[in-house]
Protein backbone atom coordinates (compact mmCIF):
# COMPACT_ATOMS: atom_id res chain seq x y z
CA UNK A 1 0.00 0.00 0.00
CA UNK A 2 1.72 3.35 -1.13
CA UNK A 3 0.72 5.64 1.87
CA UNK A 4 1.32 9.32 1.75
CA UNK A 5 1.81 10.96 5.12
CA UNK A 6 1.25 15.24 5.21
CA UNK A 7 3.18 16.70 7.33
CA UNK A 8 3.05 20.98 8.23
CA UNK A 9 4.38 21.56 11.64
CA UNK A 10 7.35 20.46 14.05
CA UNK A 11 4.81 19.38 16.30
CA UNK A 12 2.75 17.04 13.65
CA UNK A 13 6.48 15.36 12.52
CA UNK A 14 7.63 14.88 16.39
CA UNK A 15 4.40 12.56 16.84
CA UNK A 16 4.57 10.86 13.23
CA UNK A 17 8.21 9.82 13.46
CA UNK A 18 7.71 6.58 15.24
CA UNK A 19 5.02 5.44 12.91
CA UNK A 20 6.74 6.60 9.42
CA UNK A 21 9.72 4.33 10.82
CA UNK A 22 7.46 1.36 11.46
CA UNK A 23 6.26 1.73 8.05
CA UNK A 24 9.53 2.16 6.31
CA UNK A 25 10.55 -1.68 7.64
CA UNK A 26 6.99 -2.90 7.45
CA UNK A 27 6.88 -5.57 4.27
CA UNK A 28 3.56 -3.69 2.88
CA UNK A 29 3.75 -0.38 3.33
CA UNK A 30 5.62 2.07 1.08
CA UNK A 31 5.41 5.56 2.78
CA UNK A 32 6.61 8.90 1.36
CA UNK A 33 5.36 12.46 3.12
CA UNK A 34 3.80 15.71 1.91
CA UNK A 35 5.76 18.78 3.58
CA UNK A 36 4.77 21.98 3.64
CA UNK A 37 3.45 24.60 6.04
CA UNK A 38 6.12 25.72 8.45
CA UNK A 39 8.34 23.26 7.49
CA UNK A 40 9.38 25.09 4.39
CA UNK A 41 9.81 28.26 5.84
CA UNK A 42 13.24 29.46 7.45
CA UNK A 43 11.48 31.89 9.95
CA UNK A 44 9.98 28.76 11.72
CA UNK A 45 13.60 26.91 11.61
CA UNK A 46 13.24 25.44 8.28
CA UNK A 47 12.28 22.01 9.73
CA UNK A 48 12.04 20.20 6.40
CA UNK A 49 15.87 19.67 7.23
CA UNK A 50 15.29 17.30 9.98
CA UNK A 51 13.06 15.18 7.99
CA UNK A 52 15.51 14.88 4.81
CA UNK A 53 18.19 13.94 7.87
CA UNK A 54 16.32 11.20 9.19
CA UNK A 55 16.32 9.81 5.37
CA UNK A 56 12.47 9.77 4.74
CA UNK A 57 11.47 10.21 1.27
CA UNK A 58 9.55 13.62 0.36
CA UNK A 59 7.39 13.22 -2.03
CA UNK A 60 5.97 16.43 -2.36
CA UNK A 61 6.89 19.90 -1.17
CA UNK A 62 3.66 22.64 -0.86
CA UNK A 63 4.48 26.38 0.08
CA UNK A 64 1.84 27.91 1.55
CA UNK A 65 1.89 31.80 3.37
CA UNK A 66 2.96 31.56 6.83
CA UNK A 67 1.99 35.04 7.89
CA UNK A 68 -0.22 35.05 10.57
CA UNK A 69 -1.47 38.49 11.45
CA UNK A 70 -4.87 38.26 11.02
CA UNK A 71 -7.94 35.83 10.15
CA UNK A 72 -7.91 36.50 7.02
CA UNK A 73 -3.98 35.65 6.46
CA UNK A 74 -5.29 31.98 7.62
CA UNK A 75 -7.85 31.91 4.75
CA UNK A 76 -4.80 32.77 2.49
CA UNK A 77 -3.05 29.87 3.38
CA UNK A 78 -6.27 27.71 3.45
CA UNK A 79 -6.03 28.76 -0.43
CA UNK A 80 -3.41 28.05 -1.06
CA UNK A 81 -3.00 24.92 0.38
CA UNK A 82 -5.75 23.39 -1.80
CA UNK A 83 -4.86 24.89 -4.75
CA UNK A 84 -0.85 23.19 -4.12
CA UNK A 85 -2.31 19.87 -2.52
CA UNK A 86 -4.23 18.81 -5.83
CA UNK A 87 -1.53 18.96 -8.16
CA UNK A 88 0.68 17.37 -5.38
CA UNK A 89 -1.75 14.33 -4.92
CA UNK A 90 -2.52 13.59 -8.12
CA UNK A 91 1.18 13.33 -9.15
CA UNK A 92 1.83 10.93 -6.22
CA UNK A 93 -1.67 8.78 -6.62
CA UNK A 94 -1.36 7.51 -3.40
CA UNK A 95 -3.53 4.31 -2.34
CA UNK A 96 -4.26 6.55 1.52
CA UNK A 97 -3.21 9.12 2.77
CA UNK A 98 -2.09 9.80 6.93
CA UNK A 99 -3.39 12.74 8.15
CA UNK A 100 -2.74 14.05 12.01
CA UNK A 101 -4.64 16.25 14.29
CA UNK A 102 -6.22 19.35 13.80
CA UNK A 103 -4.26 21.83 12.24
CA UNK A 104 -6.23 24.60 9.13
CA UNK A 105 -3.87 23.05 6.65
CA UNK A 106 -4.44 19.75 7.57
CA UNK A 107 -8.30 20.48 7.03
CA UNK A 108 -7.19 21.86 3.39
CA UNK A 109 -5.64 18.75 2.14
CA UNK A 110 -8.36 16.28 3.99
CA UNK A 111 -10.73 18.43 2.07
CA UNK A 112 -8.63 17.68 -1.59
CA UNK A 113 -8.58 13.87 -0.68
CA UNK A 114 -11.96 13.53 0.12
CA UNK A 115 -12.70 15.09 -3.52
CA UNK A 116 -10.11 12.65 -5.11
CA UNK A 117 -11.52 10.00 -2.95
CA UNK A 118 -8.38 8.79 -1.61
CA UNK A 119 -9.24 7.28 1.87
CA UNK A 120 -8.05 9.01 4.67
CA UNK A 121 -6.60 7.28 8.09
CA UNK A 122 -6.82 10.09 10.61
CA UNK A 123 -4.72 10.55 14.27
CA UNK A 124 -5.82 11.82 17.12
CA UNK A 125 -9.48 12.49 15.92
CA UNK A 126 -12.10 12.45 18.63
CA UNK A 127 -10.41 15.59 21.08
CA UNK A 128 -11.56 18.64 22.27
CA UNK A 129 -9.56 21.92 22.61
CA UNK A 130 -11.93 24.27 22.92
CA UNK A 131 -9.59 27.58 22.98
CA UNK A 132 -8.55 26.74 18.97
CA UNK A 133 -10.50 26.57 16.06
CA UNK A 134 -8.35 23.81 15.73
CA UNK A 135 -11.60 21.88 17.28
CA UNK A 136 -13.98 22.34 14.38
CA UNK A 137 -11.17 21.51 11.69
CA UNK A 138 -10.59 17.83 13.76
CA UNK A 139 -13.79 16.61 13.48
CA UNK A 140 -14.34 17.89 9.99
CA UNK A 141 -11.24 15.44 9.20
CA UNK A 142 -12.77 12.81 11.06
CA UNK A 143 -15.80 13.06 9.02
CA UNK A 144 -13.55 13.14 5.54
CA UNK A 145 -11.83 10.24 7.24
CA UNK A 146 -12.21 6.00 6.51
CA UNK A 147 -10.05 4.85 9.43
CA UNK A 148 -9.50 6.31 12.47
CA UNK A 149 -6.49 5.25 15.30
CA UNK A 150 -7.41 7.68 18.24
CA UNK A 151 -5.58 8.29 21.40
CA UNK A 152 -7.88 6.73 24.29
CA UNK A 153 -11.32 5.07 25.07
CA UNK A 154 -12.97 8.57 25.78
CA UNK A 155 -11.88 10.27 21.63
CA UNK A 156 -13.00 6.84 20.18
CA UNK A 157 -16.65 7.12 21.77
CA UNK A 158 -16.66 11.00 20.26
CA UNK A 159 -15.67 9.60 17.29
CA UNK A 160 -18.08 7.22 16.69
CA UNK A 161 -20.81 10.02 18.30
CA UNK A 162 -20.09 11.75 15.17
CA UNK A 163 -21.21 9.09 12.51
CA UNK A 164 -18.71 6.76 12.14
CA UNK A 165 -18.35 3.15 12.17
CA UNK A 166 -17.12 1.41 15.22
CA UNK A 167 -15.47 -0.96 14.00
CA UNK A 168 -13.33 1.55 12.14
CA UNK A 169 -12.25 3.31 14.87
CA UNK A 170 -9.75 1.92 17.53
CA UNK A 171 -7.88 3.21 20.34
CA UNK A 172 -4.14 3.06 19.55
CA UNK A 173 -2.87 5.69 22.34
CA UNK A 174 -0.74 8.91 21.79
CA UNK A 175 1.79 8.17 18.98
CA UNK A 176 4.41 10.90 20.36
CA UNK A 177 4.98 9.01 23.54
CA UNK A 178 6.27 6.02 20.89
CA UNK A 179 8.33 9.07 19.99
CA UNK A 180 9.59 9.56 23.28
CA UNK A 181 10.40 5.82 24.14
CA UNK A 182 12.60 5.89 21.13
CA UNK A 183 14.52 8.39 21.14
CA UNK A 184 14.53 8.16 25.06
CA UNK A 185 14.36 4.76 26.24
CA UNK A 186 17.96 4.94 27.53
CA UNK A 187 17.97 8.18 28.75
CA UNK A 188 19.57 9.05 31.99
CA UNK A 189 20.04 12.65 31.56
CA UNK A 190 19.16 14.34 34.92
CA UNK A 191 16.78 17.42 35.33
CA UNK A 192 18.08 21.26 34.77
CA UNK A 193 16.78 24.20 36.69
CA UNK A 194 14.90 25.59 33.41
CA UNK A 195 11.68 25.77 31.81
CA UNK A 196 10.82 25.37 28.46
CA UNK A 197 7.93 27.38 27.71
CA UNK A 198 5.71 27.37 24.22
CA UNK A 199 3.03 29.34 23.96
CA UNK A 200 0.51 29.39 20.60
CA UNK A 201 -2.46 32.04 19.61
CA UNK A 202 -5.68 31.43 21.23
CA UNK A 203 -7.70 31.55 18.63
CA UNK A 204 -11.23 31.07 19.98
CA UNK A 205 -12.82 33.50 22.76
CA UNK A 206 -11.29 36.69 24.34
CA UNK A 207 -7.83 35.16 25.82
CA UNK A 208 -5.50 37.63 25.32
CA UNK A 209 -2.31 36.08 24.00
CA UNK A 210 -0.22 39.12 24.96
CA UNK A 211 -1.23 39.18 28.38
CA UNK A 212 -0.97 35.84 29.08
CA UNK A 213 2.35 35.30 27.41
CA UNK A 214 3.99 38.60 29.57
CA UNK A 215 2.64 36.75 32.96
CA UNK A 216 4.25 33.62 32.06
CA UNK A 217 7.58 35.35 31.24
CA UNK A 218 7.66 37.75 34.26
CA UNK A 219 6.46 35.51 36.31
CA UNK A 220 8.87 32.78 35.21
CA UNK A 221 12.03 35.71 35.83
CA UNK A 222 11.03 36.27 38.85
CA UNK A 223 11.57 32.30 39.74
CA UNK A 224 14.72 30.82 40.83
CA UNK A 225 14.59 28.90 37.20
CA UNK A 226 18.69 30.11 35.55
CA UNK A 227 17.55 29.44 32.26
CA UNK A 228 13.78 29.66 30.37
CA UNK A 229 14.02 27.85 26.62
CA UNK A 230 11.20 29.53 24.49
CA UNK A 231 10.27 28.53 21.20
CA UNK A 232 8.36 30.74 18.92
CA UNK A 233 4.62 29.92 18.36
CA UNK A 234 3.36 28.15 15.49
CA UNK A 235 1.34 29.93 12.44
CA UNK A 236 -2.05 30.99 13.82
CA UNK A 237 -3.51 34.45 13.21
CA UNK A 238 -1.68 36.62 16.07
CA UNK A 239 1.58 34.32 15.69
CA UNK A 240 3.17 37.96 14.43
CA UNK A 241 2.09 39.46 17.79
CA UNK A 242 3.62 37.16 19.69
CA UNK A 243 7.09 37.03 17.70
CA UNK A 244 7.23 40.66 18.43
CA UNK A 245 6.66 40.43 21.81
CA UNK A 246 9.61 37.78 22.49
CA UNK A 247 11.37 39.84 20.12
CA UNK A 248 12.56 41.90 22.94
CA UNK A 249 13.58 39.28 25.34
CA UNK A 250 16.08 37.88 22.69
CA UNK A 251 19.14 39.61 24.46
CA UNK A 252 17.89 38.50 27.58
CA UNK A 253 21.08 36.79 29.61
CA UNK A 254 18.12 34.18 31.41
CA UNK A 255 16.36 33.78 28.21
CA UNK A 256 17.08 31.40 25.25
CA UNK A 257 14.77 32.02 22.19
CA UNK A 258 14.25 29.67 19.59
CA UNK A 259 12.45 29.75 15.89
CA UNK A 260 11.97 25.96 16.31
CA UNK A 261 14.00 22.99 18.37
CA UNK A 262 13.19 20.47 16.19
CA UNK A 263 11.70 17.08 17.33
CA UNK A 264 14.67 15.30 18.80
CA UNK A 265 15.77 18.31 20.70
CA UNK A 266 12.58 19.53 22.12
CA UNK A 267 11.78 15.87 23.38
CA UNK A 268 15.35 16.16 25.04
CA UNK A 269 14.28 19.85 26.61
CA UNK A 270 11.04 18.24 27.97
CA UNK A 271 13.02 15.38 29.25
CA UNK A 272 15.51 17.60 30.76
CA UNK A 273 13.63 20.61 32.41
CA UNK A 274 11.88 21.18 35.59
CA UNK A 275 8.81 22.46 34.30
CA UNK A 276 6.78 23.14 31.01
CA UNK A 277 4.84 26.10 30.78
CA UNK A 278 2.25 27.94 27.83
CA UNK A 279 -0.40 26.50 25.85
CA UNK A 280 0.95 23.27 24.04
CA UNK A 281 -0.55 20.53 23.62
CA UNK A 282 2.51 18.98 24.37
CA UNK A 283 2.62 19.94 27.65
CA UNK A 284 -0.97 17.53 28.37
CA UNK A 285 0.31 14.28 26.28
CA UNK A 286 4.10 14.58 26.16
CA UNK A 287 5.25 15.60 29.31
CA UNK A 288 3.38 13.79 31.73
CA UNK A 289 4.92 10.66 29.97
CA UNK A 290 8.33 11.57 30.87
CA UNK A 291 7.14 12.79 34.50
CA UNK A 292 7.86 16.57 33.90
CA UNK A 293 5.36 18.96 35.43
CA UNK A 294 2.98 21.11 33.45
CA UNK A 295 1.84 24.66 34.03
CA UNK A 296 -1.40 24.98 31.57
CA UNK A 297 -1.48 28.68 30.58
CA UNK A 298 -5.24 29.87 28.98
CA UNK A 299 -8.06 28.37 27.17
CA UNK A 300 -6.37 27.01 24.37
CA UNK A 301 -6.19 23.46 25.63
CA UNK A 302 -9.47 23.24 27.65
CA UNK A 303 -11.16 19.80 27.10
CA UNK A 304 -8.22 17.74 27.11
CA UNK A 305 -8.27 15.04 29.91
CA UNK A 306 -5.02 15.81 32.04
CA UNK A 307 -2.98 13.95 34.66
CA UNK A 308 -1.80 15.27 38.12
CA UNK A 309 1.05 16.78 37.17
CA UNK A 310 -0.42 19.20 35.37
CA UNK A 311 -1.63 22.59 36.47
CA UNK A 312 -4.10 24.81 35.11
CA UNK A 313 -4.11 28.57 35.45
CA UNK A 314 -7.36 30.37 33.47
CA UNK A 315 -6.54 33.93 33.92
CA UNK A 316 -3.05 34.13 34.69
CA UNK A 317 -0.79 36.90 35.64
CA UNK A 318 3.31 36.91 37.02
CA UNK A 319 1.89 36.30 40.98
CA UNK A 320 -0.03 32.72 39.65
CA UNK A 321 2.31 31.64 37.02
CA UNK A 322 5.26 32.69 39.88
CA UNK A 323 3.38 30.51 42.26
CA UNK A 324 2.52 27.46 40.24
CA UNK A 325 6.31 27.20 39.07
CA UNK A 326 7.51 26.59 42.79
CA UNK A 327 4.45 24.06 43.78
CA UNK A 328 5.20 22.29 40.72
CA UNK A 329 8.42 20.85 42.21
CA UNK A 330 6.14 18.32 43.97
CA UNK A 331 5.03 17.18 41.42
CA UNK A 332 7.76 15.56 39.02
CA UNK A 333 7.56 11.66 39.10
CA UNK A 334 9.88 9.31 37.10
CA UNK A 335 9.67 8.78 33.03
CA UNK A 336 8.07 6.16 30.93
CA UNK A 337 4.71 5.50 33.49
CA UNK A 338 1.60 4.94 32.05
CA UNK A 339 -0.68 7.57 31.49
CA UNK A 340 -4.57 8.44 30.05
CA UNK A 341 -2.76 8.55 26.97
CA UNK A 342 -0.90 5.26 26.94
CA UNK A 343 2.40 3.78 27.05
CA UNK A 344 4.53 4.08 24.33
CA UNK A 345 3.73 1.14 22.19
CA UNK A 346 1.35 2.81 19.66
CA UNK A 347 3.36 1.80 16.85
CA UNK A 348 2.77 -1.61 16.53
CA UNK A 349 -1.22 -1.42 16.89
CA UNK A 350 -1.21 1.60 14.16
CA UNK A 351 0.36 -0.39 11.61
CA UNK A 352 -1.49 -3.49 11.98
CA UNK A 353 -4.82 -0.93 10.98
CA UNK A 354 -3.24 -0.03 8.14
CA UNK A 355 -1.45 -2.65 6.78
CA UNK A 356 -5.23 -4.83 7.49
CA UNK A 357 -6.94 -1.92 5.61
CA UNK A 358 -9.44 -2.60 2.88
CA UNK A 359 -9.77 0.48 0.86
CA UNK A 360 -13.34 1.23 0.23
CA UNK A 361 -14.70 0.99 -3.09
CA UNK A 362 -17.07 4.04 -2.59
CA UNK A 363 -17.89 6.93 -0.12
CA UNK A 364 -18.62 5.93 3.31
CA UNK A 365 -22.26 6.09 4.97
CA UNK A 366 -23.12 8.06 8.06
CA UNK A 367 -24.33 5.84 10.82
CA UNK A 368 -26.85 6.84 12.81
CA UNK A 369 -26.81 6.04 17.12
CA UNK A 370 -29.45 4.01 18.87
CA UNK A 371 -30.58 6.57 20.37
CA UNK A 372 -33.48 6.08 23.26
Known sequence: ?????????RADY??????????????????????TGSHLSAQHGMTVDEIEKDGFEIAERVSIPVVSNHWTDTVQSLAAGMAGYGPALERVDPDAVVILGDRFEAFAFASVCHVAQVPIIHLHGGEVTAGAIDDAFRHSISKFATLHLVASEEFRKRVIQLGEAPDMVNNVGALGLDTIRAELGGFEGTRENRALVTYHPTTVGREDSIVSLRAILDGALRSDLET???????????????????????????????????????????????VVVGNSSSGIIEAPFLGTPTINVGLRQSGRPQEHTIIDISNPSADLVLRAIEDSNALVREPFMDTIYGDGRSTERCLTQIASLRLPGSLKLFRDLELS
Open 1 to 9: MRVLVYTST
Open 14 to 35: GILRSLLRGMVDHHSLKPSLLV
Open 228 to 274: ITVTRPNIDAGATEINRLLDRYEDHPRIELHDALGSKLYVRALARSR
